[in-house]
Every structure is written in structure tokens, then in C-alpha cells.
């Protein structure tokens, strides 16, 4: 047997007896799975080619197909996994670097699970959220210390510019390029109507969406792609992109076959041309040179808006937020090793960082004993989940969560993670024209409003339970929360006493 030769993982299961051949799956797949053999009337499957993506089970009209996971393995060994043993022949085959996408998929701990929420019982009442008014607005940005009143006793009511978000989640940042224009144009036209922000990613902003600026965060990563005084003067506020929490420490690379037509234009690269940001802003090797960064962004920005500072969740995060925080910049976004990526080494996805549970609360903790929490509002993410996920960041010291993979699963994402292979069947990771026209922004939009709705008023449920009224009283209010199945020193870390204390 050749070493270049991998049984497939999956394989297509045809049931003979329903299948008409129709082929609407041969259609419908845009890896090449799926064809009719004319001189037997039937249709084959290559199973090599399948990334089981769900398309083809998803739009058989007589139910004859299902995808399975390849039960064939290599002998069973503890120590050289079926996975490990794959990874090295492909590399021994092909020399390159494995890339893998959509988040750390490895079975270490997921610490949003093995939190639990307190509740309200009798001396403090929980509050009806349909009865019962519940405030989920929040502002991002810096606050005052205390209050403060003008020689004529008034109080002086100027902010710092603010991010006011009528629910404590934004969509993260998803670039130009990595993502089609219509997965684009649903997150722009789902933020507006829900009265929060979507994040441009590293790719630029099409001149399509500027009519969604007022609710635009415009990144700024160490590529520079498509940035100019248009553009950061477009959104509401700005990014500046250290670190991602899929590959902390690594640039971005979008390959030069995404960057076609519009892409082209908006990132002010050549087609063709592989759009690669190096691993450090070369302007920036200290806190001093983020700060020159923040308020030459402010300075282009005549002081309008407020400037966040992504980094990745590493292991001294307290440290570098204590330093991000006295740069000047309004908002820190902690990014978790578990956010998802269209395309990431994938040693470095499965190796590098630290859960967003453990970094956030240590980052909270941090600024809190240093009395600058008021410098700056916090942003989780890095596999957000759920209502319950964004109710637990909060506790444990986050403004706003941002969520990314969960918006890509309420457009159609199967989470096939093949991203970086640009065939994405359901039209979210991909330039292909055929492809991209299959996910309606309309209908893609409308599912966001859906999900973000549905998750509103869990938030509110939540919190009623809890027996609190508002985002800014849940806040921090780690009293709200404990653990289970979890060390000591875990614990001490995320601020939590254990259940049944």
C-alpha cells in the first residue's frame, strides 16, 4: 500500500431503492463527489472528495443519502491516534504546513459547562421578564471614576465615546475575502436592525456597506488592508488587531484565488496576489508604540470614536491588558483559543492559548485590583455559544461578548471545516459566484434576527431568575456563579466558589 493513500473519513450511503437519480446532488456539491454513470443509469460517489458538508443529504428530495464517518482505522494505539498518524502522511506526502479552520476541536475543557448560575428563591425575588422591565442595553467604552459637577454645580455629563448596543453581543470580525459578500451583507443587515455592530475583519470595508457605518467596527491589522481615512472614518468604532484567538502569535494569509474583483478593490491589493499580514505590527513592539497607534487613529478620527484593541487569550494576559488599558484605548476584545478561523496552522490552533473563561476573569481581576477596570470595557470571545455563555462571561467581568461561528451556523455553516478551501457549499466561505448566490442576505439576515432575538430573551430569563435587572448589575457579579468538576486553583482563578458553598 502506498503511503499517499488515507481512507476517506466519510462516506456517501446511497439508498439504491429511493435514489432516482435526479442528480440535484451532483448539483448541489461543489467537491465533485456526486455523478451519474451513464451506461448504468446510476449515480457514484467519490468519496475522497467528501467534507461532509450535509448539502447533498440536505436537498435529496427522496431522502436516499446520508454521509457516515468511515469506520476503517489504523490499529487502535493509545499514544499514535487515528488523527496523528493521518497528519503525518499528509505531510510526509506533501511537505506544507497542516491548515484546519473553525476553532480547536481537541476535547480539553470547556469551562462555560462546568459553570453553573445561581438563582433567586425567597429572600431575594426573581423579576418576570415579560412583567417586569429589563435593561440589556450596554455601552462600550471608557467611564468616569465618579461624578463629577461644573462650577455652576451642574454635573457634567460629557462621555468618551461609546458604543451603546441594545444587547450585550456584537458579530466578530469576519473579513472581506474569508467570507462571501452576501455572508457579509446578512451580519451588516442583521446588525442595524438589531441595533448592535459587526466587525469588517481585516479585509477592508466594500463600499456597498458604508451605508451600514453606524453600525460598523472597521479593523485595523498589521496587513492594512484597505485601510485609509474613508474607511476608519466609516464605522463606529475601530479595531486594532494584535492577536486572534485561533492563532495567537501568527499572521493572516487569505490566498491570492480568494482576492478576485471586489476583494481586489477593497483590500487595495493586486488579484491574484496573496494577501499575507505578518505576525507583529511592524510599528509596534511595546505598549508605547500601541498607544502612538491608538490616538494616531484617533487623531484621524477627530476623537468620534472609540478604538479596541484585540489580543489573543494567552498565558499573561492580565499583564498585557493592564498595559493595553493605559494605551489609551477605550475597549480590550479578549479572544479565546477556541475561536474559529477560516484557515489556521493547525498545530498552532490546537496548541497555543488559553480558554476566554479563565483569560477573562483574570483580566477583570487584574484591572480591579490596579482601579482601572472604569479605563476600559472588555469584550469576550472564542466560542460563545449560547445565551448562557454570554450570561456567564458577563459575571465573570465582560461588557459585550462577540460572537462569529454561532452567526456562520444561523446562515447554513455545517461546520464541514473546510474554509480554507474556498468550495464552501453553503455559500458563507467562498468567492465562487455559483456558490455565493446560494445564501440570500435577505433570508441570512432574517435567521440572525432570529437567533439574536431568541437569545435576548433568554439573557432576560436568565437574569430574572438571578433576581437582577440589568446588564450592568450582572456585571461582574461573580457571586452569581459556581463550579463544578473543577480544581482549586481553576477556581481561584475564575474568581467562583464551588457548588453547594
Known sequence: MSVEFIYPEFEVVRNTERCTACRICERQCANEVHSFRKDRGVMEADDTRCVNCQRCVSFCPTRALKIVKSDCTFRENANWQNDTVKEIYKQANSGGVLLSSMGNPKPLPVYWDKILINASQVTNPPIDPLREPMETRVFLGKKPEKVQRGENGKLKCEMPPQLELSMPIMFSAMSYGSVSYNAHASLARAAKELG??????????????????????????????????????????????????????????????????????????????????????????????????????????????????????????????????????????????????????????????????????????????????????????????????????????????????????????????????????????????????????????????????????EIKELMGGMGINSIESLRGNRLMLRGIGMTDKELEILGISHAGE
Open 196 to 457: 448592535i455592530f459587526y466587525n469588517t475583519g481585516e479585509g477592508g470595508l466594500h463600499e456597498d456597506f458604508y451605508c451600514y457605518g453606524e453600525n460598523t467596527v472597521v479593523q485595523v491589522a498589521s496587513g492594512r488592508f484597505g485601510v485609509h481615512e474613508g474607511y476608519l472614518k466609516a464605522g463606529a468604532a475601530i479595531e486594532i488587531k494584535m492577536g486572534q484567538g485561533a492563532k495567537p502569535g501568527i499572521g493572516g494569509h487569505l490566498p491570492g484565488a480568494k482576492i478576485v474583483g471586489d476583494i481586489s478593490r477593497t483590500r487595495m491589493i493586486p488579484q491574484g496576489s496573496d494577501a499575507i499580514s505578518p505576525a507583529p505590527h511592524h510599528d509596534i513592539y511595546s505598549i508605547e508604540d500601541l498607544c502612538q497607534l491608538v490616538f494616531s487613529l484617533k487623531e484621524a478620527t477627530e476623537y468620534k470614536k472609540p478604538v479596541i484593541v484585540k489580543v489573543a487569550a494567552v498565558h499573561n494576559i492580565a499583564a498585557i491588558a493592564s498595559g493595553i488599558a493605559r494605551s489609551g484605548a477605550d475597549i480590550i476584545a479578549i479572544d479565546g483559543f477556541r475561536g474559529g478561523t477560516g484557515a489556521a496552522p493547525t498545530r498552532i490552533r490546537d496548541n497555543v492559548g488559553i480558554p476566554v473563561e479563565l483569560a477573562l476573569a483574570a483580566v477583570d481581576t487584574r484591572l480591579r485590583q490596579e482601579g482601572i477596570r472604569n479605563h476600559v470595557s472588555l469584550v469576550a470571545g472564542g466560542s460563545v455559544r449560547s445565551a448562557a455563555d454570554v450570561v456567564k462571561a458577563i459575571a465573570l467581568g465582560a461588557d459585550a461578548c462577540y460572537i462569529a461561528t454561532a452567526a456562520l451556523l444561523a446562515l447554513g455553516c455545517h461546520l464541514c471545516r473546510t474554509c480554507q478551501s474556498g468550495k464552501c457549499n453553503w455559500g458563507i466561505a467562498t468567492q465562487r459566484p455559483e456558490l455565493v448566490a446560494r445564501l440570500d442576505p435577505h433570508t441570512g439576515s432574517k435567521r440572525l434576527i432570529n437567533l439574536m432575538n431568541a437569545w435576548r430573551h
